[in-house]
């Protein structure tokens, strides 16, 4: 059993490669981006925080800032409560979606009528069976996002699949964060420091994790970036000048593989077979949804394999 669940986190990580691009459509699109604004979210971030914050319902800045972790209070607060008199959580969830079908048909070159190959129809399934009573313990955006109707459609059902199962390993990561004492500004501050520290080199997941990337597009002022390095540093995670020490890059190891257990149970029940079927499903898709990324890119995922 155990090294069942050993080989089931290893597939979790090579599953996130291939599901995150695809839900990442939503925040790189101009499809995405176009939906949320006929909703009257305008502005990349009225559409980011609406839309990956309306299954909670019309929250409140504390519970995303919770959830969402890597940003700093103050750029969550400019965003929530306020969006919700530009529309409901329920015109967000439907904006999204529509601009998440709408980017899928266009990066699978399929026009507005054209109905998916059956490939894609069948990994549609195949996540929506992988997300079929799945346990969301301690996972608030994971479980919110679970709650919502699975859709008819077999494109709106991939996406559908692949958020639940990208929320589910991040609500994970969150917690492994706090397991390892690491707020948000740490987080990234400290995986900064991993990449400095690599000089280059593919670190764990992406390159380019740099403060001037990060900093600006999670809201973290100079100030905070600089005492959340130097809480890192007295910890002796990171040197003066902002390179992971080895107990630094051990810890993020650490967390990394606590991410991959935590995201494992998915993939077990689904199991080994199910799971490398699934991944053959997937990979055109991730392939045609990856044009849409930038390489290196904020969320930290890998350009997708080629072969």
């Not at 799945?134 to 459609?153: F, K």
């Not at 964060?177 to 400290?190: S, V």
């Not at 764990?204 to 540093?233: C, F, H, K, N, Y």
């Amino acid at each position: 059993m155990m090294g069942g669940m050993h080989d089931a986190a290893v597939a979790a990580k090579r599953m996130w490669t291939l599901i995150e691009p695809v839900h990442s459509l939503t925040y790189f699109t101009d499809a995405a981006r176009a939906a949320f604004e006929q909703a009257g979210l305008r502005g990349f971030w009225r559409g980011y925080f609406a839309g990956r914050a309306a299954p909670l319902g019309p929250a409140q800045a504390a519970p995303v800032i919770a959830a969402f972790c890597s940003f700093a209070p103050a750029m969550v607060t400019r965003a929530l409560p306020a969006v919700w008199q530009l529309a409901t959580p329920e015109q967000a969830l439907d904006a999204r979606q529509t601009g998440a079908v709408t980017a899928l048909r266009v990066q699978l070159g399929l026009g507005q009528a054209a109905a998916g190959p059956g490939e894609v129809a069948a990994a549609a399934d195949q996540l929506a069976l992988a997300i079929e009573d799945l346990d969301c313990t301690g996972r608030v955006l994971a479980a919110a996002n679970a709650a919502l109707p699975v859709p008819d459609e077999p494109l709106a059902r991939l996406w559908h699949g692949a958020t639940v199962l990208r929320e589910h390993r991040g609500d994970g990561h969150v917690a492994a964060l706090t397991a390892a004492g690491l707020d948000g500004c740490e987080a990234i501050a400290l995986r900064a420091g991993v990449d400095r520290a690599a000089g280059g080199a593919r670190s764990a997941v992406s390159v380019g994790w740099t403060r001037e990337q990060m900093q600006p597009i999670r809201g973290w002022t100079d100030a905070d970036w600089e005492s959340a390095d130097a809480r890192l540093a007295a910890r002796g995670l990171l040197t003066s000048d902002g390179q992971a020490t080895a107990a630094g890059q051990a810890l993020h190891q650490q967390v990394e593989h606590t991410t991959d257990q935590a995201a494992a149970r998915p993939w077990a029940r689904l199991g080994a077979a199910r799971t490398a079927e699934l991944a053959g499903l997937l990979a055109p898709v991730t392939r045609a949804c990856a044009t849409a990324l930038p390489y290196p890119n904020p969320i930290g995922v890998p350009a997708p394999e080629t072969g």
